[in-house]
């Protein structure tokens, strides 16, 4: 089974413009989540998608914002973005986001906005 | 106010020894409890998973206890290797919520 992609891997942006992330997960999988990682401050929970439906949101700006597809492949997108925009995206699969599945997790995409 | 807490030091080992790391919380309730490693440039891998009503889980070299009356999970490779040196994450999975909380990681060096 392939595991869970994400493109681009490496992108450079500039202040004020607008970006958007891919992720692909395992087959079956329904359940998509994204995460922010920056150094010291570990995972912080952006949001998760389940059936296309947002299920849960963490507490980052509107300008962060998110979709899902009926194949389950999931967008994310961040709008006039900040130098503190800066950071490791990672997307994660579950089965189903419910109690005890495990999360898979990309590679990543490297942001960073100059 | 509700916080995970991991030694945000590096934890230095000798080739043989066991580590161990620690997760702390505060404020939760949690269903189960994970532990990832997480290498550079990579995406988090999932390891163990302990329940609430679980004292200890083990996998290969790995073992993870969950003292949920002291709020904290203790997770222990045993004859390190060099190849454990990495980045090793806990999160924490409420029952009323779909989403992980996750702390911010303790960066584990093996020397041979």
């Known amino acids: 089974k392939a595991g869970v992609t994400q493109t681009p891997r490496y992108l450079i942006k500039t202040r004020g413009q607008q970006v958007t992330l891919s992720c692909s997960p395992i087959s079956g999988h329904r359940s998509v989540s994204w995460y922010q990682q920056t150094p010291g401050q570990g995972l912080q929970f952006l949001f998760e998608?389940?059936?296309?439906?947002?299920?849960n949101k963490g507490n980052f700006p509107g300008r962060f914002s998110g979709r899902q597809f009926s194949n389950s492949r999931s967008e994310m997108n961040v709008s006039t973005l900040e130098l503190g925009d800066s950071a490791l995206y990672l997307c994660?699969?579950?089965?189903?986001?419910?109690?005890?599945?495990?999360?898979?997790f990309g590679p990543g995409t490297r942001l960073t906005v100059l | 106010s509700q916080k995970i807490e991991q030694n945000s030091e590096a934890l230095n080992i000798q080739e043989g020894k066991t580590a161990t790391l620690t997760c702390n919380y505060t404020n939760y309730s949690p269903a189960y409890l994970q532990w990832y490693r997480q290498d550079p440039g990579r995406g988090p891998v999932f390891l163990l998973l302990i329940r609430e009503n679980e004292k200890e889980k083990r996998k290969e070299r790995l073992k993870v206890t969950f003292d949920t009356t002291l709020k904290q999970s203790l997770f222990h490779i045993t004859a390190s290797q060099p190849a454990d040196s990495a980045t090793y994450l806990c999160a924490l999975k409420l029952d009323s919520n779909y989403q992980l909380i996750w702390g911010a990681g303790t960066k584990l060096i093996i020397k041979p």
């Open positions: 998608y389940f059936s296309e439906t947002q299920r």
């Open positions: 994660a699969s579950s089965l189903d986001g419910t109690s005890f599945n495990e999360q898979f």
